[in-house]
């Protein structure tokens, strides 16, 4: 079946320009999670939904940083009045929920700010 | 919180040859997933392993989660093998996120 997909693949944006970036979870997970990769370095946490509750959004760096899924499959992290030091691999995960933990990543959104 | 340490941090192998990459963490875990994060940047599911053995074609891994390791051996490496391998942790209080290690980087040579 189908993956995780993200859109786009690619970005780039303008110092001090807003950026929406879409995940589409794979059918029927309940949890979703976002993810920042800076260059070389491994995946850290951003927020985690399940559904469309957000129950953990203590890896947000700034409040320029939102993420919303509200009907619980498709979800947005949206990026306000972006920083250089916010170029970075997003990547999007999906799981299926309850007591199967195991978690299945996009291809990621590369953000680039000039 | 908890730390996820990997080694080696880099590895450069000719084709053929077997290895075996190694993933320590500082508490216990619901979960541990290994990935194979491809030069495209994708990450891809090698193996989903709380604990015990688990084997897929030339890949097979073991976690001993009492003594907080896991294993991952990849035999007659092929030069498609090459890119990072990361581990990543799940912490016991059920916060779901997947703490990752800073990957072991491969370079399979032909």
């Known amino acids: 079946g189908a993956g995780v997909s993200q859109s786009p693949r690619y970005k780039v944006a303008k110092r001090g320009q807003d950026v929406a970036l879409r995940c589409d979870p794979i059918s029927g997970h309940v949890s979703l999670f976002w993810y920042q990769q800076a260059l070389g370095q491994g995946p850290e946490f951003l927020t985690y939904f399940q559904n469309e509750a957000q129950l953990d959004k203590s890896g947000l760096p700034s409040d320029r940083f939102f993420a919303e899924r509200p009907e619980g499959s498709v979800s947005t992290l949206k990026i306000q009045r972006t920083q250089q030091e916010d170029s970075a691999v997003y990547l999007c995960?999906?799981?299926?929920?309850?007591?199967?933990?195991?978690?299945?990543f996009g291809p990621g959104t590369r953000l680039t700010v000039l | 919180g908890i730390q996820v340490e990997q080694s080696p941090p880099d590895l450069i192998l000719q084709e053929g040859a077997n290895s075996t990459l190694r993933c320590n963490f500082s508490d216990s875990v619901n979960n541990l997933q290994w990935f194979h994060q491809n030069p495209w940047g994708q990450l891809i599911n090698l193996f989903y392993?709380?604990?015990g053995t688990k084997q897929n074609g030339r890949l097979s891994a073991t976690t001993v989660a009492t003594e907080r390791y896991s294993l991952l051996y990849i035999s007659s490496s092929q030069t498609t093998d090459s890119g990072v391998y990361f581990c990543a942790v799940e912490r016991m209080d059920s916060s779901y996120k997947l703490i990752f290690g800073s990957g072991t980087r491969l370079l399979v040579r032909p």
């Open positions: 995960a999906s799981r299926p929920g309850g007591s199967y933990n195991e978690q299945f």
């Open positions: 392993i709380p604990s």
